[in-house]
């Protein structure tokens, strides 16, 4: 049923999972993850009941097949303070109830991958948390061993904030887990008191160095105090992708 591989350049639109995906959807879950999912999770996902899903779909197909599934990503609301990152949200209760998002499920069919298909459908959950104002992120669980989902996160700027030894069982073996949040509308952690110190330590260093820089420029050209830089922060900032295009130019629709 699968192309084997994509020589051409596919076309890829983006949409809302809908019952019709049902089948599809399940083959690939059982296709590319080593747990399994009951069908009650897929029945949730095609009727949209309690969570939201895109799929992706290759209009270009010669096969007949340009409205199958190839990509998908699940995902679920959850009440931030009811999550195992609360801890690390900002809350501002005046405006009303913080949830996040979860990534259920993210998946690509092995032909279609290397195509920018992953990158575009999580961009696209970003986009969907920023613009609800109550959001303050998107977060998952990926396997420790899964190097190509943990790149990805990676790239997207989402930030890994934990390691879970033996979350996963999988045929009676334990294996660890990286939890990964991306913050949106203005939700960040608090600070580490690694990261507090590595602030403190570049603060002092960057006024004396600041300090010294002016003594000497004062000394040598007796050229006036210039106007201090603001100094250099080493505090991790909130970098926004650009949600608007993806890496291989494809659009969510
Ligand atoms: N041309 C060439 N390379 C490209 C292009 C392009 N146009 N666009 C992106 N790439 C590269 C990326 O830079 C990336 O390179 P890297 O691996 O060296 O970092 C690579 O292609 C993959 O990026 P994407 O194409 O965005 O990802 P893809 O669509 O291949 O899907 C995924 C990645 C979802 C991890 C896929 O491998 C998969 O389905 N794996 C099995 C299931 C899985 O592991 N799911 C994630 C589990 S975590 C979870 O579900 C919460």
Same mark, same amino acid.
């Given at each position: 049923m699968?192309?084997?591989?994509?020589? +051409?350049?596919?076309?890829? /639109?983006? +949409?809302?999972?809908?019952?019709?995906?049902?089948?599809?959807?399940?083959?690939?879950?059982?296709? *590319?993850?080593?747990?399994?999912?009951?069908?009650?999770?897929?029945?949730?996902? &095609?009727?949209?009941?309690?969570?939201?899903?895109w799929a992706a779909v290759d209009r270009s197909r010669p096969d007949g097949h340009c409205d199958e599934l190839i990509g998908f990503v699940t995902a679920?609301? &959850?009440?931030?303070?009811?999550?195992?990152?609360?801890?690390?949200?900002?809350?501002?209760s005046s405006q009303g109830e913080e949830t996040l998002i979860y990534i259920l499920t993210l998946g690509v069919v092995e032909s279609y991958r290397n195509h920018g298909i992953a990158m575009s459908l999580i961009s696209g959950v970003i986009r969907y948390a920023s613009g609800l104002s109550l959001c303050r992120g998107v /977060?998952?669980? &990926?396997?420790?061993?899964?190097?190509?989902?943990?790149?990805?996160?990676? +790239?997207?700027?989402?930030?890994?904030?934990?390691?879970?030894?033996?979350?996963?069982? *999988?045929?009676?073996?334990?294996?660890?887990a990286f939890l990964f949040v991306y913050?949106?509308?203005?939700?960040?952690?608090?600070?580490?008191?690694?990261? &507090?110190?590595m602030f403190v330590v570049n603060y002092m260093k960057?006024?004396?160095?600041?300090?010294?820089?002016?003594?000497?420029?004062k000394e040598e050209k007796g050229l006036k105090w210039l106007v201090p830089k603001d100094t250099d922060c080493v505090l991790p900032t909130q970098t926004e992708p650009n949600l608007g295009s993806s890496s291989s130019g494809y659009g969510l629709i």
């Open positions: 699968e192309e084997p591989g994509i020589s +051409r350049r596919p076309s890829i /639109y983006y +949409r809302p999972i809908n019952p019709n995906d049902l089948d599809r959807l399940e083959q690939i879950h059982r296709d *590319i993850f080593p747990i399994k999912y009951e069908s009650e999770f897929f029945q949730s996902v &095609v009727n949209g009941v309690g969570i939201v899903s679920k609301f &959850v009440l931030a303070k009811e999550s195992e990152i609360d801890d690390l949200i900002c809350y501002d /977060y998952l669980h &990926v396997i420790a061993y899964n190097n190509p989902a943990i790149r990805l996160y990676n +790239r997207l700027m989402f930030r890994c904030v934990r390691r879970l030894n033996g979350f996963y069982l *999988i045929k009676r073996q334990h294996f660890d913050f949106v509308n203005g939700s960040r952690s608090p600070c580490s008191p690694l990261e &507090v110190a960057n006024g004396i160095k600041s300090v010294a820089s002016k003594l000497t420029r």
